[in-house]
Nanobody
Framework: QLQLVESGGGSVQAGGSLRLSCAASGYTYDIRSMNWFRQSPGKEREGVAAIYTGNDSTLYADSVKGRFTISQDRAKNTVYLQMNSLKPEDTATYYC???????????????WGQGTQVTVSS
């Protein structure tokens, strides 16, 4: 039993920043990786950023390198996605996910949050 609760989504102008949070509770001992994915209507789901829970190693999609940062607070069982220099093309529904394999590929993630909308306007 694992629950992922997301917060921090909203609307922002181009060039602005948002920080998404994902709080995990329940049966978490086997989680080795946390990830943020995003999806827009008519587009495939994209792995945005991943973090290996054991040593804080990170992995990013090319489209967000240098702008987004994933981090974790083990004491709070919470993962964050800091998004800076936001662009209209970042508009999507963002999902938090947990799994046992460190990857940007969705098939390795078995627990998902409900999704939170991020809208970037110009």
């Amino acid at each position: 039993q694992l629950q992922l609760v997301e917060s921090g989504g909203g609307s922002v102008q181009a060039g602005g920043s948002l920080r998404l949070s994902c709080a995990a509770s329940g049966y978490t001992y086997d989680i080795r990786s946390m990830n943020w994915f995003r999806q827009s209507p008519g587009k495939e789901r994209e792995g945005v950023a991943a973090i290996y829970t054991g040593n804080d190693s990170t992995l990013y999609a090319d489209s967000v390198k240098g702008r987004f940062t994933i981090s974790q607070d083990r004491a709070k069982n919470t993962v964050y996605l800091q998004m800076n220099s936001l662009k209209p093309e970042d508009t999507a529904t963002y999902y938090c996910a947990a799994g046992s394999l460190y990857s940007l590929t969705a098939r390795y993630y078995h627990y998902w949050g409900q999704g939170t909308q991020v809208t970037v306007s110009s």
